[in-house]
Nanobody, 126 residues
Framework: QEQLEESGGESVQTGGSLKLSCKYSGYIWSTACIGWFRQAPGKERQGVAAIYTTAGVTYYDDSVKGRFTISQDSTQNQVSLQMTNLDSEDTGVYYC???????????????????WGQGTQVTVSS
């Protein structure tokens, strides 16, 4: 059974940094697409970053390019999201999501992921 567990969310000040982690189980490393999504109050869930684990190919929403970095550690079954230069628009619940994919073409930021974690809260304030 596939499971995902996020950690690392907390309150930070504008301009600060934060690292989220997603530990997953039940996925074969070489066939997974792991993504990070966020949902702010009153807004739809938004894809932030994703990684095609086979080749380490990454995808980012324009709003986070240059500030967020998604990375993987196959030895720990973990995907991390390093966030820098945070602002209030980054506030929200961050979810880790995963799906099996046949190739990199099937990985990206569309919300058609099959498994989701419970989420971790990130609050950015001045």
């Amino acid at each position: 059974q596939e499971q995902l567990e996020e950690s690392g969310g907390e309150s930070v000040q504008t301009g600060g940094s934060l690292k989220l982690s997603c530990k997953y189980s039940g996925y074969i490393w070489s066939t997974a697409c792991i993504g990070w999504f966020r949902q702010a109050p009153g807004k739809e869930r938004q894809g932030v970053a994703a990684i095609y684990t086979t080749a380490g190919v990454t995808y980012y929403d324009d709003s986070v390019k240059g500030r967020f970095t998604i990375s993987q550690d196959s030895t720990q079954n973990q995907v991390s999201l390093q966030m820098t230069n945070l602002d209030s628009e980054d506030t929200g619940v961050y979810y880790c999501a995963a799906k099996f994919v046949a190739g990199r073409w099937a990985c990206g930021l569309s919300p058609d992921f099959t498994n989701w974690g419970q989420g971790t809260q990130v609050t950015v304030s001045s």
